[in-house]
């Protein structure tokens, strides 16, 4: 059984930065993490940023010029780089990837809180 390991999640000022990480365990050869969602307080699970086997990298609005994904370790391990953080970017953020027997798996998600 694979499981999807979040970190990096905490409380930030408003302005701040963080770096989210998500990595597969056990590391599963042709595992593809492929991007992050996050869900605020009443609010439905969302996009961020994902990124596809060939690189291609989409964001939505929310992130768009402020948050980066990449990735190292074939797939194995993605980040997401939070910089000039907002009160609305407060949520449980989920990373998710994809066997290579098809099936998607969720990670339990990281909190990130940010102070105004």
């Known amino acids: 059984q694979v499981q999807l390991v979040e970190s990096g999640g905490g409380l930030v000022q408003a302005g701040r930065s963080l770096r989210l990480s998500c990595a597969a365990s056990?590391?599963?050869?042709?595992?593809?993490?492929r991007g992050w969602y996050r869900q605020a307080p009443g609010q439905q699970r969302e996009l961020v940023a994902d990124?596809?086997?060939?690189?291609?990298?989409n964001y939505a609005d929310c992130a768009k010029g402020r948050f980066t994904i990449s990735r190292e370790n074939a797939e194995s391990t993605v980040y997401l780089q939070m910089n000039g953080l907002k009160f609305e970017d407060t949520a449980v953020y989920f990373c998710?990837?994809?066997?290579?027997?098809?099936?998607?798996?969720w990670g339990k998600g990281t909190l990130v809180t940010v102070s105004s």
């Open positions: 998710y990837g994809i066997a290579p027997w098809g099936t998607k798996y």
């Open positions: 056990p590391s599963t050869f042709g595992f593809s993490i």
């Open positions: 990124v596809t086997r060939g690189g291609r990298t």
